[in-house]
């Protein structure tokens, strides 16, 4: 591109911001030209039970054996499970929404897709974003924990023994992990392959994992005493806060359902196999989540509850039990082989839609036409994530992971209400969020008149009510979060709409400019039926 064309298009910004940034598609056209720029389409292979799978190995792994020990420990207590029950309570209701966008929309992009056929490319691009950084961080987060498990399984209780200390770096940032790197990459190699395969391979793991739980979960509570649930400074000892903090914590651990969301371009019955997938597995997980925090925090005093592998350490400490630490660490270590398998599964299919969409370099919306999947997406996320997986302890990015998770499960929230009203009260929708319960039922007396059912096979029941809780719970548990968390959020953002106005609008206006002039281009030969997105 020549530096005038620079030029031109950077003095065109505020225009082209104004004709782009608030420019919608509908569903059909999101599921079917928009598709098409993939070239071959991902194949559709998969079953009900297969998505019921990948939500649940999406989220065992990368929840309870990973943020479980330190909540308790750190911030909520032996209340940790009442943290659970809050944050599953929220994410229940976040994929109620979830599942009827999917039948709506059945586009791999999830957030994305829903967002940018709500509220626009700016809107769509930023829940996008928001939704690839928690995936990349959580997924090199959980890939260290594997190797803290692991060591744990071959007997070795030092946290940082497979890990190579380097000095002159910062702390949080200076012990190498190339375990987690080495299992990040054979994945990414198994998902470029195939997805039918990942996903017999993930319920294989999700199948074992599920038998280590109940393991677990017995054998905890047999070796454990109620009075360690109120040892030694009651049952929260941290006070409410703590237990709502700690909500906002482990709401990081039910990332998993979104990454099932993003197959509805690879199942055979959409409408019927998406919202048992999603809310189903949520169900089952919340309820394990439980029961596993309870099983832990009855067998320590929740100050002696490890660091590292807190499970195994347990076991090993309380019980006696080596061998059971031993295999706690191996069912801890399969499980989150397949919490990384499925989230990077939903990475992928994220970056190729948002591609398609021609926000970012159109060479990652490229699905290979023998393997049927987004495979440049998959190795350049797979690489982005080891990376990170190389350098960053756990808590520099847990907060960061939640706060992400929250805005945009409260932004589908706010889509799921603004489309059952037909587009009314847009600018409301904000305001909303940030209301009390109260408000909510004034918004439902106003607006039920007017509320028509979507075309779709399946809805949420009892609208807008489970839609409008899941926003105040997710605003809620936001302001939960500590500072850190919204300065390293901001910055996030500032990074995403720096790179939308330098990057994402030019690209996106030149391609519509030029398919509009190809489109009209041959109408004196044949009339065509212009297909130009709306704005709201």
Sequence with gaps: MALRDVLLSIAQTPHRLRRRALVTWTPAQETSEVRDRSGARMK?????????????????????FVTTGRVARDTAGPAVFVSYVIAGVSALLSSFCYAEFSVRVPAAGGAFSYLRVTFGELVGFFGGANILMEYVLSNAAVARSFT?????????????????????????????DFPAVALILVLTLCLCYSTKESSMLNMVITVSHLLFFVFIILAGLWNGSARNMVRPHG????????????????????????SASTMAEEIRDPARALPVGIAGSVLVVSALYCLMSVALCAMLPYTEIAESA?????????????????VVGAGASLGIVASLLVAMLGQARYVCVIARARLVPAWLAKVHPSTGTPMNATIFLGLCTASIALFTELQVVFEMISIGTLLVFYLVANALIYHRIHGQCRWGMALFGTTSVAITAIFHCMVRRDMAEPPSEWTVPLMPWPAAASVFLNV??????????FQRFGLWSLVIIIFYVCYGVHSTYTAEEHEAVNNIAPTYALPVQEKTPKVL
Excluded: H
């Design 476 to 485: 809620f548990l936001m302001t939960t979060l500590k500072v850190m968390s």
């Design 44 to 64: 559709r292979r998969l079953e009900w039970y297969d998505l019921v799978g990948l939500g649940v190995g999406g989220m065992l792994g990368a929840g309870v």
């Design 310 to 326: 807190p499970f195994s350490s347990a076991f090993r400490e309380k019980a006696g039990w080596e061998w059971a630490g031993s």
């Design 235 to 258: 049952l929260a000892p941290y006070g409410v806060r703590g237990v709502l903090d700690g909500a906002a914590i482990v709401y990081f651990s039910y990332i998993g359902y979104d």
């Design 148 to 176: 803290d498990y692991l060591a744990s399984t071959c007997g070795i209780t030092e946290p940082d023994a497979w890990r190579i200390q380097v000095d002159g770096i910062a702390k949080g940032y200076n012990a190498l």
